[in-house]
């Protein structure tokens, strides 16, 4: 009953937390990263699928065509995101919630239950699942649910990693040395967050060797098999994401050599940070005291020294960074380690250490003056209580301070943190506007581009339909020939404080060249060329034909060499009217001259307020500029922490500070300004920080100069199966085959039956040559696949899945042999459990200890318990697996056997497989029984056991 308790207040806590913190009319989740990534991208794999029907795409409709495996990151096969796929119609807000809560509440049960099993009193096993709700790394369940959303998983992986030292004596894992639910475990952890798997291995190693101090006794075959076989059934996912990685390179603020090399005096690893461990300093505490505890101290040096050091935050942060989000997975561990402590002080088996309370101030101090001025007074009450309580731990005093050292501080701690994320909205405005139906109803063609201006960071994932593509993409992994193309050669605006996130802004050089047929904004936004198809409010639907196509030929080409060799802005128009062919192609190229001209501004037209207050001003231009393109640009000097931008009719340019994980690099700010309405003028906004803006440029074009010169059209037929193209051109002349489809490994080619190899055009572009001839072209993208991939995907899963189907063959059929169990010892009192079975009825012989010692052979669900005396032999056959032989307590004389072969002493915890008899019989194979012959027993038995050691005959016993 108090178990069941237990569980309905760490549920009730769950709830709880989740309504003091969440405002009235707001969604479990942020506005930033959990809208934007985790619910959009989930949102948008969903409609895929229901576009194409494949579970496990190769190419997704982002970054105007990208490899599916780059969104691996944000766990494509999690449950929630699987269950959403059979429900289209309800929004996808309400699985990623439902499910980041039902994670919450079952992490608090596991974790209370495994410590349940440690033996550890159920006050405490309630202390540790209390700890697990209220740590602020649980902050991240309504932003970076990735973060956390394997911890289940882990505990459950290191429950099962419990049962390898109880079954390690089977006969099953002798000859199947895998764990079927630790594999899983391990699978489930990758297919959440491959990223934080080499931590939870780390993690689940450590606690391995925590269980045993005899490492002859570890069991080491069954617990790498068993993780070795989780990894292999999660390849179909991992080697894929492994291979767009490898790909793709990441811009991330490196760590220098004097960072690596030092050790973490705010131990933000482990306290309070949401994106560390979040735990409070009762847990360094512990974590310091069992130091001074010899069956814990090894555990806890080395988890001090991962908490402590850089260098190992570095490196379970794959080299990238210095960041404490690595050491969550620890996390468990340490609430272990935790409970146990405290246990062992409430009985009094250890003492308080006053010294270590007064060394655990300094972390606190450290965060409180560097990192979380915000909360200094719960932070300084954490100090004084856990000094009051390893100071005056008698009495009421030390039950009042525990109270607020476990329940009470890191539930307001937690609270103050929660209270600090942006939630977003029950209700967008900025998507879903038109609906599906209403989309579908004005697109010419539906298989075009469509870019969303309304909110560009929340709907740079988000697909409208499934057959559209989009030229935006929010990834932690991207593509970098895409993303240099967009923001490097084409000057997209960057909006945010990295570069990953790709956002849509208005660029007429962008939806010309990557063909942007339709577009999502404001009435005031619309850019020139577009004319509205709906209009709800404020926001349109527009349509510009003019744009280039998804595929064409052409022959208007320029040398890869002679673009790289002209600056910025003759790049932008070059770009539009030519096609940029790879270096090393002998196609014939024509020159262009660039229409581009400079445009004149007052002096300090674009200067920065010299206070470093934010100011909004408006400048007119020197002349009215109708169906002309501005181009405005100018250098940036500035080495602040916090991030600065500068916004002129709605675009927005950012620099990020010196303190941001993802620095931008955007030192010149790039403004490319184009409209159905003339403009006069230009309304700027700058944001507060003290920065230079130099070497402003300004360049003017027509807008007529956006025209390629020779565009063959490619008329499509219908796609079949993975296609992404099929269909036929005619070339007057040889030239290129150009898509809008960015460029990557992967693409298959295949022109009237013949594979072309593919090539990279207009520096971020799929395309190929083509020939002066009319042709069919097939277009397809796979990813690319090794021999290394086949074997891991198929020869570890079926060792994994024979493994598993022989347990269960074991499990619902006959035992197959008969075999004798030599208890060597006799007894004096009542045994023992002698024959631990692995669950269910277990056919064993049931003894009745006569005279003659009859033995009858019967079935029972329990082990049996008789009052024996002297020695004796047993027969036993079984259709339960036999997990373990006890030992018989009090025991006198002990029988020998003579031969090994037959016979195997109890404290070995062996079990001997014996040859079959001659006389056998058969039933199906799942009913399948193997005796020996009866009297060959005998006959053995007589031969190798004494009458010394067996007063009675076997002959006389059966």
Not at 215 to 231: D, Y
Not at 401 to 421: D, K, M, N, Y
Not at 486 to 499: A, E, G, H, Q
Not at 836 to 865: A, E, F, I, N, R
Request: aromatic letters at 14%.
């Amino acid at each position: 009953m108090k178990k069941a308790v237990n569980y309905l207040l760490l549920a009730g806590a769950v709830f709880l937390f989740i309504w003091i913190t969440l405002p009235q009319g707001k969604l479990f989740g942020s506005t930033t990263d959990w809208y934007c990534q985790h619910v959009t991208i989930a949102d948008t794999m969903r409609k895929q699928f229901l576009e194409t029907g494949e579970l496990l795409p190769d190419w997704c409709a982002l970054g105007n065509g990208t490899n599916f495996y780059t969104l691996s990151y944000y766990g494509f096969l999690r449950p929630d995101v699987l269950i959403s796929f059979f429900f289209p119609n309800v929004p996808m807000e309400v699985f990623i919630q439902g499910y980041a809560i039902l994670e919450m509440l079952l992490g608090s049960w596991l974790l209370y239950w495994w410590l349940q099993k440690k033996n550890i009193p159920e006050n405490l096993c309630f202390t540790g699942g209390f700890l697990y709700l209220t740590s602020n790394c649980m902050f991240q369940a309504h932003r970076q649910i990735m973060f956390i959303s394997y911890l289940p998983f882990l505990i459950l992986a290191l429950i099962f990693t419990d049962s390898l030292y109880q079954e390690n004596t089977s006969c099953f894992f002798r000859r199947f040395p895998v764990h079927a639910g630790l594999s899983l475990s391990v699978c489930m952890i990758i297919l959440h967050s491959f990223y934080f798997f080499p931590a939870c291995f780390v993690c689940l190693t450590l606690y391995f060797l925590q269980l045993d101090n005899r490492p002859e006794k570890r069991p080491w075959i069954p617990f790498l098999s068993s993780v070795a076989t989780g990894i292999s059934l999660s390849m179909i996912y991992l080697l894929p994401t492994a291979l767009a990685i490898l790909e793709n390179k990441k811009d991330v603020k490196s760590a220098s050599i004097r960072q690596i090399f030092t050790v973490n005096p705010s131990l933000n690893t482990l306290l309070y940070s949401p994106y560390g461990c979040g735990l409070t300093l009762i847990c360094l505490y512990c974590l310091l005291l069992c130091l001074f505890r010899k069956q814990t101290q090894k555990t806890a040096a080395i988890l001090c020294i991962l908490l402590c050091s850089q260098f190992c935050c570095w490196i379970l942060n794959g080299t990238l960074y210095l960041r404490p989000k690595a050491l969550i997975p620890f996390l468990p561990l340490i609430l272990l380690l935790t409970a146990d402590t405290l246990k062992e002080l409430h009985e009094k088996s250890i003492r308080h250490r006053f010294p270590l309370a007064l060394l655990c101030m300094i972390p606190g101090l450290v965060q409180i003056l560097f990192l979380h001025s915000g909360r200094k007074i719960l932070i300084l009450a954490d100090i004084l209580f856990l000094l009051l309580y390893a100071g005056f731990h008698t009495g009421l005093s030390e039950k009042l301070a525990g109270f607020f050292l476990v329940f009470l501080i890191p539930s307001l701690i937690f609270v103050s943190t929660a209270r600090t994320e942006s939630y977003a909205s029950a209700s967008t405005k900025s998507r879903e506007i038109f609906s599906q139906k209403e989309i579908k109803s004005v697109l010419s063609e539906a298989d075009r581009t469509m870019d969303i201006l309304s909110a560009p960071m929340t709907n740079s994932n988000y697909l409208p339909l499934g057959s559209l593509r989009r030229t935006t993409m929010y990834s932690s992994v991207s593509n970098s020939t895409y993303n240099r193309l967009f923001y490097d050669i084409l000057k997209m605006p960057v909006s945010t404080r990295n570069r990953v996130s790709m956002n849509a802004d208005a660029n007429p050089f962008q939806e010309y060249l990557m063909g942007v047929r339709y577009i999502l904004t404001t009435e005031d936004k619309l850019p020139e060329g577009y004319l509205p198809l709906l209009q709800k409010g404020d926001f349109v639907l527009a349509e510009n034909r003019q744009v280039l196509p998804s595929a064409y030929g052409t022959t208007a080409l320029l040398n890869e060499k002679d673009f790289d060799a002209l600056s910025y802005p003759q790049t932008l128009d070059t770009l539009a009217n030519r096609t940029v062919v790879p270096e090393s192609s002998d196609a014939s190229t024509t020159p262009y001259t660039s229409l581009m001209k400079e445009y004149p501004l007052p002096v300090n037209f674009l200067e920065a307020p010299e206070n470093g207050q934010a100011l909004t001003i408006t400048r007119q231009l020197p002349s009215i500029l109708e169906h002309q393109i501005l181009l405005l640009s100018c250098d940036v000097s500035y080495s602040g922490k916090k991030d600065i931008d500068i916004t002129i009719n709605g675009i927005r340019n950012r620099l990020s500070g010196s303190d941001a994980p993802y620095p931008n690099h955007n030192e010149t700010f790039t403004w490319i300004l184009s409209g159905n309405e003339p403009l006069k003028s230009l309304n700027i906004h700058f944001s507060p920080g003290n920065y230079k803006l130099c070497n402003v440029q300004a360049f003017i074009l027509p807008f007529s100069a956006l025209r390629h010169p020779d565009i063959q059209p490619f008329r499509s037929s219908v796609t079949e199966k993975k296609e992404l193209l099929h269909g036929s051109i005619g070339m007057k002349e040889d030239g290129y085959f150009v898509t809008s489809f960015s460029y990557s490994r992967g693409y298959q080619i295949l022109v009237d039956g013949k594979k072309i190899k593919p090539e990279l055009v207009n520096k971020g572009f799929l395309g190929f040559p083509v020939k002066k001839e009319r042709m069919r072209s097939w277009f397809d993208f796979m990813r690319p696949v090794s021999l290394w991939e086949f074997c891991s995907l198929f020869l570890p899963q079926s060792f994994f899945w024979q493994s598993y189907l022989h347990c269960l063959c074991h499990q619902y059929c006959v035992f197959h042999r008969i075999l004798v169990i030599i208890l060597t010892e006799s007894v004096l009192f009542k045994a023992q459990s002698f024959i631990k079975p692995s669950g269910g009825s277990v056919s064993l012989t049931d003894l009745q200890m006569d005279q003659l010692y009859p033995l009858h052979l019967c079935h029972t669900k329990d082990t049996v318990h008789k009052e024996l005396s002297d020695s004796f032999f047993l027969t036993v056959f079984s259709d339960r697996h036999i997990q373990d032989i006890s030992l018989i307590q009090h025991c006198h004389h002990a029988a020998v056997a003579k031969n090994p072969v037959f016979f195997l002493h109890y404290k070995k915890h062996r079990v001997f497989f014996h040859q079959i008899g001659e006389k056998t019989f058969s039933c199906p194979w799942y009913r399948k029984k193997r005796f020996f012959d009866i009297h060959n027993l005998i006959q053995i038995l007589n031969q190798h056991l004494t009458e010394d050691h067996c007063p009675v005959s076997p002959l006389s016993a059966c």
